[in-house]
C-alpha cells in the first residue's frame, strides 16, 4: 500500500491534521471512541509508513491499515477510491467491499459544487469575516490581489467552511473541485485545509490550470499558496500550478501535456524530496522536460533573489536516470 494513497482515502473521514511530517504519527479524533459514545475522545495515532494505528482511549489498535480502511470504509467517499493503475487489487477491493461488484456497480457522478455560504473576495469587503479574509491572503500571505481574482477566490461566512478562505479549482473552466485555508483570525479550530468532495474528475484537480493556458515554463507545487507564490512571479511566462498534494495521476500529466509546456519544473515541499523526483520522472517518461527545484521554505516565504537562486539551481529529470543534470548557472529566463 502506498502512505500517501491510504492517507489520501482516510483523511476526508478522520480530518485532517494540523501537523503531519512524513514517518511520524499522525492524531486524529479517534472515531472508535465516538462510536463507543465514550466520554472522552482519545487520539487515534496513525502510523502510515509503519502501517500501524493506536488508540490508547479505547484501545483500538492494528498493524495493517487495511483494518483500519475497512473499519471506516462505509464512510470513505467512492471518488477518493481512484484507480490510477497502481496498486490495483487493493483498489478493486475496497471498491468491491463497498459498492458490490464492478458489473453491478452505478456509474456516479457527482456534481462538484462550491461550499454553502460561499461570497467571492471582492477589492473591498464590508462584512467583518471578508476584511478579516482579505487582510490574512493580502497582508499576511502577500498574495496578490489578481491572482485571488484570477482564480475565484472566496470565503464562507456561514456552513461548515465559516472563517475559511476558499481557492476554487476550475479546469478547462469547468468546477472539479475546491481546496481552502482555515483564516486563524477568524476561526479558531478546525482543520488547516479542507477539500472540496471530489466529482469523478477527482485526479484530474489541478490549481490555477486554466490561467497556466500559454505559460512556456509551469512550476508545479502542493498547495494553493505555492502557486501564487510561483505564477508569473519570475517571469510572465511561468505558470504556477499546484497538485493539491505529492502525488501526480496519470490524468495529472495528461493536462500538463495539453498546455505544451518547452519545461516542468516540480517545486514540493523540502521533506518531499522523493516525491518530487518521482513526480519530475513521471512527467519526463511522456517526453517532458522535467526538472525538480529545491525550496528550504515554501515558496512564498522567499525573497524574489532566493527564489530565482533556487531556480537556476533546479535538476534536470531523466526517465530512466534519474538525476542527470544540474543547472545553477544559467541566465535567469
Ligand atoms: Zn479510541
Redesign the pocket.
Known amino acids: 500500500m502506498d502512505p500517501d494513497r491510504v492517507r489520501q482515502a482516510l483523511e476526508p473521514v478522520l480530518g485532517y491534521p494540523d501537523s503531519y511530517s512524513p514517518g511520524h504519527d499522525a492524531n486524529y479524533p479517534?472515531p472508535?471512541?465516538v462510536k463507543e459514545g465514550?466520554g472522552k475522545?482519545?487520539h487515534?495515532h496513525v502510523n502510515y509508513t509503519k502501517g500501524k494505528a493506536i488508540?490508547h482511549?479505547?484501545g483500538?489498535k492494528t498493524s495493517n491499515l487495511r483494518n483500519l480502511l475497512l473499519a471506516v470504509l462505509g464512510r470513505v467517499p467512492r471518488s477518493l477510491v481512484v484507480d490510477d493503475g497502481g496498486d490495483g487489487d487493493f483498489v478493486e477491493h475496497i471498491e468491491a467491499v463497498l459498492y458490490g461488484k464492478a458489473e453491478e456497480r452505478e456509474t456516479v457522478v457527482q456534481e462538484p459544487e462550491l461550499p454553502a455560504g460561499f461570497v467571492p473576495l471582492v477589492g473591498r469587503p464590508s462584512d467583518k469575516v471578508g476584511k478579516a479574509v482579505h487582510r490574512y491572503l493580502i497582508d499576511e500571505r502577500a498574495v496578490p490581489f489578481d491572482r485571488l481574482v484570477e482564480v475565484g477566490a472566496g470565503y464562507c461566512t456561514e456552513g461548515a467552511l465559516s472563517g475559511y478562505a476558499v481557492f476554487p479549482v476550475h479546469v478547462g473552466g469547468q468546477l472539479v473541485t475546491y481546496t481552502s485555508r482555515r483564516v486563524p483570525t477568524v476561526r479558531l479550530n478546525g482543520p488547516k485545509v479542507r477539500h472540496g468532495a471530489f466529482g469523478k474528475s477527482a485526479s484530474t484537480a489541478l490549481f490555477n490550470y486554466d490561467n497556466c493556458v500559454g505559460c512556456r515554463r509551469l512550476i508545479i507545487g502542493e498547495g494553493p499558496f505555492d502557486a501564487f507564490a510561483l505564477h508569473r512571479r519570475l517571469n510572465p511566462n511561468h505558470g504556477g500550478l499546484a497538485s493539491l498534494g505529492t502525488i501526480l495521476h496519470k490524468r495529472h500529466v495528461r493536462l500538463i501535456e495539453a498546455l505544451e509546456p518547452e519545461e516542468v519544473v516540480v517545486c514540493y515541499d523540502a521533506d518531499a524530496p522523493d516525491k518530487a523526483f518521482k513526480a519530475a520522472a513521471q512527467l519526463a517518461s511522456v517526453g517532458l522536460k522535467a526538472s525538480v527545484m529545491t525550496v528550504e521554505k515554501d515558496p512564498d516565504e522567499l525573497s524574489d533573489e532566493e527564489l530565482c537562486a533556487c531556480y537556476r539551481a533546479r535538476t534536470l529529470v531523466d526517465p530512466e536516470l534519474g538525476a542527470v543534470e544540474s543547472w545553477g548557472t544559467e541566465p535567469r529566463r
Open positions: 479517534c472508535f471512541c465514550r475522545i482519545s487515534l488508540c482511549g479505547c483500538w
